[in-house]
């Protein structure tokens, strides 16, 4: 229960919490900004811990998801089907981001909408074969753009629910 209220009752704990919701597939930013600012964090630290936590898991992704599917595949076999999903999902994706390389994934990363994003983006980039180096600042400046239109919505929707617009 202490973790519990650390997480939820400092200033430090709140940041911690914003940027581990963050790192949660399909929530990522989206999410974690709009749940940092409702925890009662300002949006000068709800802005940098979403976009941190957002960050965290992408060079993990496009350096070593191919490698974590070939094990998957050879040591659980079960999960095929969750990894012939996700393989899909990824070459899908990769064909919005190819046509324009780079700019296409930061693009991609950049709009804040269900199925991009930072995840889907670094697995679109491993997929596709993009270097780190060259994928990670296209990445990083897709989560910053969708983090400033994340910070805009979320301030115009609490303006609009609390009526001070």
């Known amino acids: ?73 050879r040591y659980f076999p079960s999960l095929n089907g969750l990894v012939d999903k996700l393989e899909r999902k990824a070459h899908l994706k990769g064909q919005k981001v190819l046509k324009y390389q780079y700019l296409g994934l930061w693009l991609f990363v950049a709009i804040p909408l269900p199925g991009t994003g930072a995840w889907t983006g ?12 060259k994928a990670m600042p296209a990445v990083v400046l897709g989560v910053l753009t969708a983090g400033c239109i994340m910070l805009a919505l979320t301030h115009v929707g609490i303006n609009l629910f609390s009526g001070a617009v």
């Open 122 to 133: 670094s697995l679109a980039a491993a997929f596709l074969d993009m270097r780190l180096k």
């Open 1 to 73: 229960m202490e973790l519990l209220q650390w997480l939820t009752g400092t200033l430090p704990g709140k940041c911690v919490f914003t940027m581990l919701v963050s790192m949660i597939p399909i929530i990522e930013l989206r999410g974690g900004l709009p749940f940092g600012v409702a925890l009662g964090l300002p949006y000068y630290l709800a802005f940098p811990a979403a976009v941190l936590g957002n960050l965290i898991p992408t060079p993990f992704i496009i350096v070593y998801i191919r490698r974590i599917f070939k094990l998957m595949r």
